[in-house]
C-alpha cells in the first residue's frame, strides 16, 4: 500500500523543539522529491520545506529557515523535520507529501493524515 504515516507532534512550549517523522511505504522517498506542508486554523496550506531526489537537497519556507532541518534517512524510507525555537505561529497541522511543494498544493498526489503541533505557554 502506498502511504505516508506522520508522527512526532504534540504540545510544546515556545522556544522549545520537536522532530516530526514521516513513514513512507509502497514507495522510495529517495526517489522522488518530498515535501513538508502546514495548515494552521482557518488557513490555508503553506509549504514548509522541501527536499529533493537524489541528491537531498533541501529547500525552507522564510518563516522556518534557520530554525527548521528537513532529513530523509534512506535505509528507513523515512523523513524527518526538526523543528526548533518554536514559535505560537507554528501551531498547525503538519503534513508530508509526494511531490516538490507546487505538485503538492496545485496537484496533490499523496500526503500523510497530519500530525498536530501546538505551541502554546
Known amino acids: 500500500e502506498v502511504q505516508l504515516v506522520e508522527s512526532g507532534g504534540g504540545l510544546v512550549q515556545p522556544g522549545g523543539s520537536l522532530r516530526l517523522s514521516c513513514a513512507a511505504s509502497?514507495?522510495?522517498?529517495?526517489?522522488?522529491?518530498m515535501c513538508w506542508i502546514r495548515q494552521a486554523p482557518g488557513k490555508g496550506a503553506e509549504w514548509v520545506s522541501a527536499?529533493?531526489?537524489?541528491?537531498?537537497?533541501?529547500y525552507y519556507a522564510d518563516s522556518v529557515k534557520g530554525r527548521f532541518t528537513m532529513s530523509r534517512d534512506n535505509a528507513k524510507n523515512t523523513l524527518y523535520l526538526q523543528m526548533n525555537s518554536l514559535k505560537p505561529e507554528d501551531t498547525a497541522v503538519y503534513y508530508c507529501?509526494?511531490?516538490?511543494?507546487?505538485?503538492?498544493?496545485?496537484?496533490?498526489?499523496?500526503w500523510g493524515q497530519g500530525t498536530q503541533v501546538a505551541v502554546s505557554s
Open positions: 507529501a509526494r511531490g516538490d511543494p507546487t505538485e503538492a498544493l496545485e496537484h496533490p498526489v499523496l
Open positions: 509502497g514507495f522510495t522517498v529517495e526517489s522522488v522529491d
Open positions: 527536499i529533493d531526489d537524489g541528491d537531498g537537497d533541501t
